[in-house]
């Protein structure tokens, strides 16, 4: 396939859960994507498994992105982190802000990912190519869709070098969003983030917490299937594949798929595309 494709993982909490993982990636590597990338829990939570799993991306002979959030955090911290990073030799960062569990506050040296973004730039220089996310059904917590516009400005003109969207189900939210970008100027790659649907419950809980909608048509015929999961699969597959054909006529730069850690429905998505 001649768009670029990559797939995003989360550490994994259980030696079943790594064994599994590894199976998934070697399925998806077969698709030859330009990276592969690991989850950051806010507050680094999760360090020690995002490095661990960015660490076997490596050492089998593909490009690891690590995600880093830095929500909570302090400049010492971040320091270390990004000279570990280095030496393990990743070239790929995915800076975001996090989100840190209700009851945490904010805390840290670091308000927005732009802080993050320009922070990196400052100590490395171009050591990293740095991806930052973007919304465009915007941002839960935005003021109003022009703050959020502005603030992915800022984000960029901190020396983010592309972008990857928070996942959704309508292209034309995300065609509006690379007019909006484009008109004020910017012309980095916006990469589509794809959510394969496969499980209903999970999905509307995610979708919920992060602001991205499910059309009311999806809902209604996912709820429809109750537990019925293979009607649940059929029709994910159908229109997630549907989707991702809007965006390729369109123009997406790329598509970074959410795994969830597997690897069947991305898979299968992709092979459609090629068909
Ligand atoms: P920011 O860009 O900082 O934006 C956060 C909010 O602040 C937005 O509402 C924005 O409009 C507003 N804002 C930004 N700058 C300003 C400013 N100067 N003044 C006022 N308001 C401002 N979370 C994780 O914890 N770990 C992950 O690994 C992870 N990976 C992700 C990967 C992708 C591709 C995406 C799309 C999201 C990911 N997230 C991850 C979720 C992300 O951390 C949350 O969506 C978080 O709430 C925002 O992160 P951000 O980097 O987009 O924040």
New binding site residues.
Partial sequence: MNLPLSF?F?PPKTPEGVAKLRAARQQLYRLKPEFC??????GGS?SEG?FGAVKEILAEGMTAAS?????GATRTRVREQLALLRTMGVKRL??????LPSGYGTGGEF??????VAFIRAETGDAFRI?????PE??????SPE??L???V??IRAGANS?????FYNPDSYFRFVDDVRKLGLDMPVVA?VMPIVNSTQLMRFSDA??AEIPRWIRLRLQSYGDDGASIKAFGLDVVTRLCEQLRAGGVPGL?F?TMNQSAASVEICRRLLA
């Fill in positions: 995003e989360f990338s690991v989850t950051y829990g806010a999760t995002t995600h880093f959030s830095c929500i995915v800076a975001l802000r996090g989100d308000h927005y990912a732009s802080d993050l991806e930052v996310a973007c919304y915007v941002h839960p917590q935005a003021r703050a959020d502005q603030a992915f800022t984000k972008a990857i969207t928070q996942y983030g992060c602001g970074h959410y």
